[in-house]
Nanobody, 123 residues
């Protein structure tokens, strides 16, 4: 069973920045694409961003385009989510996710989930 180990998260003021990290415990075809989802209180979990290890192509939700950047460090086997210009509406539990393709992830079909990390943006 692959585990996704997340780090980062916490509290930040609106307009601030924060970086999340996620590292898979192993690589399989089901970790070919990595990404992030988030879930705010009372809302459904939603897609945020995704990246593939090979080639590094990315995809973002419209709500975070231009503010969030997903990247990967192949040498460190780690995926990052750099969040800038944070807004109170970005407050949520952020979950690292892994699956076969970016399109699969966007559709919500995820093979592995991280434990989740709280991000709180105060106004």
């Amino acid at each position: 069973q692959v585990q996704l180990v997340e780090s980062g998260g916490g509290w930040v003021q609106a307009g601030g920045s924060m970086r999340l990290s996620c590292a898979p415990s192993a690589f399989t075809i089901r970790t070919s694409a990595m990404g992030w989802f988030r879930q705010a209180p009372g809302k459904e979990r939603e897609f945020v961003a995704a990246i593939v290890w090979t080639g590094g192509s990315t995809n973002y939700a419209d709500s975070v385009k231009g503010r969030f950047t997903i990247s990967r460090d192949n040498a460190k086997n780690t995926v990052y989510l750099q969040m800038n210009s944070l807004k109170p509406e970005d407050t949520a539990v952020y979950y690292c996710a892994a699956t076969r393709t970016v399109l699969t992830m966007i559709s919500g079909v995820v093979d592995y989930w991280g434990q989740g990390t709280q991000v709180t943006v105060s106004s």
